[in-house]
């Protein structure tokens, strides 16, 4: 139990255009999603909150309108990066808690050309 | 200042060598302590969560202990497929919130 998908696993897209990624918990619902950034070599850094059916809630310093979190269901969350730069290309991480424990999906490599 | 350290940054070790990574927190109001482990270009995966100290949990070659200033993960006679990094993340309360911070990770390695 307890698995979450994201996709797509990998995405290469031109500057300027806009990309969408899906994070679903398969085997349970979700009422809570995490959107992380990860840079090649560090750790982890949240960017922000999803809650279902309501607005996400954002860290410090993460652009709201270029990254747009939408949570439509108790299994869906989508990152939107709108406009996206070359200093967008990162490794995107969404997880999901079930029963306390925070499980994570596979990652998602965006590279913007 | 609210923080999570990892240490050692990286570790190389033969097969069937244990030792131990360590996650210490100075953090007030624990919540919980994480572990997981990432592998290249994947998504960490749970390993443990540790609630207080004394606490020892274990999974396979893997054991983690948990005192007030520090978790321990302890990997006894590693194999190759153990190679990894380790994360270790600390859940807190900070005023009417709870926040979890993120060490930087330990990188294993382990030669066979």
């Known amino acids: 139990g307890a698995v979450v998908s994201q996709h797509p696993s990998w995405v290469i897209c031109k500057s300027g255009t806009s990309v969408k990624i899906e994070c679903r918990s398969l085997d349970f619902q979700a009422t809570t999603m995490f959107w992380y950034r990860q840079f090649p070599k560090k750790s982890l850094m949240l960017m922000a909150t999803?809650?279902?059916?309501?607005?996400?809630?954002?860290e410090q310093g993460v652009e709201k309108d270029k990254f747009l979190i939408n949570h439509a269901s108790l299994t869906l969350s989508t990152l939107t990066v709108t406009s996206a730069h070359p200093e967008d290309s990162s490794f995107y991480i969404c997880?999901?808690?079930?029963?306390?424990?925070?499980?994570f999906g596979p990652g998602t490599r965006l590279t913007v050309t | 200042e609210d923080q999570v350290t990892q240490s050692p940054e990286a570790l190389r070790l033969q097969e069937g060598e244990s030792s131990s990574l360590n996650c210490s927190y100075t953090v007030s109001g624990l919540r919980g302590l994480f572990w997981y482990r990432q592998d290249p270009g994947k998504g960490p995966e749970f390993l443990f969560t540790?609630?207080?100290?004394?606490e020892e949990k274990e999974k396979e070659r893997l054991k983690a202990t948990l005192t007030k200033k520090e978790s321990f993960l302890h990997i006894t006679a590693p194999k190759p497929e153990d190679s990894a990094t380790y994360l270790c993340?600390?859940?807190?309360?900070?005023?009417?919130?709870?926040?979890?911070?993120w060490g930087l990770g330990t990188s294993l390695a382990v030669n066979p």
């Open positions: 999803s809650n279902e059916g309501s607005k996400a809630t954002y």
């Open positions: 997880s999901a808690i079930l029963a306390y424990e925070q499980y």
């Open positions: 993340a600390v859940r807190y309360n900070a005023g009417n919130n709870r926040k979890l911070i």
């Open positions: 540790l609630y207080s100290a004394g």
